[in-house]
């Protein structure tokens, strides 16, 4: 299925947040497109980003008359880009590098807020996921760690330890919950923050497979 039909399938529910890894030869990306992000502007119009391998990150706005989205803007980055995330007002986008850093950025002027931080991640950043309705944020590594981060603030919270493997996805279905996924440790763990406790699902032997992804 091209990034187009995608697009335009995803325009009718703007809060979506598609995690997995895309592959498609639509114009604007010279490189395979590793994460999209959604939201929507001040203005009510819908929008989407787009990252690739090359630290492109493309934004897209919805054209009603055309029925289509249309690139409307650029971000160049100098690590590729593997996780994007949208804050629930849409005034912010959040992108995971190769490298470990999260860059912040203002989605009305588009232009870079900064890099959240201190203590930032070691290796890759894998997945990117706001709690509903606020401005604190999770991250997942390829370090096996997940991050808490108040993007208002571009600033740290708290790093919770526990997978034995890269965190490959993660969702925050509530404020006080992040659940997240660790392909080859076959987990999922349900951290509980105000409580600082997880619970931990394992997948079987005879199951077979890892675990790769949580939406």
Not at 9 to 33: I, N, P, V
Not at 46 to 56: E, I, P, Q, R, V
Request: glycine share 8%; net charge positive.
């Amino acid at each position: 299925k091209s990034f187009q039909k995608l697009a335009n399938k995803c325009f009718l529910d703007r809060q979506f947040t598609l995690t997995q890894t895309l592959r498609s030869e639509h114009r604007g990306h010279a490189l395979t497109r590793l994460a999209v992000g959604s939201g929507a502007g001040g203005d009510g119009k819908a929008f989407l980003y787009s990252a690739d391998k090359s630290g492109n990150i493309i934004k897209w706005r919805w054209w009603g008359e055309k029925q289509e989205w249309r690139k409307q803007h650029l971000f160049k980055t100098n690590k590729s880009v593997l996780a994007l995330a949208v804050s629930p007002d849409g005034s912010t986008l959040l992108a995971g590098q190769q490298d470990g850093a999260i860059l912040a950025f203002n989605t009305a002027t588009n232009r870079l807020l900064g890099r959240l931080g201190p203590n930032e991640h070691r290796q890759a950043v894998t997945a990117i996921a706001f709690q509903p309705a606020s401005m604190t944020a999770f991250s997942a590594s390829a370090d096996r760690t997940v991050k808490l981060w108040a993007v208002d603030q571009l600033a740290y919270i708290d790093t919770v330890f526990g997978h034995q493997d890269d965190v490959l996805s993660l969702a925050a279905p509530a404020a006080d919950r992040c659940v997240s996924v660790g392909g080859r440790d076959r987990t999922m763990r349900v951290w509980k923050i105000v409580e600082e406790s997880q619970l931990v699902f394992r997948l079987s032997e005879s199951d077979g497979g890892s675990l790769d992804e949580v939406v």
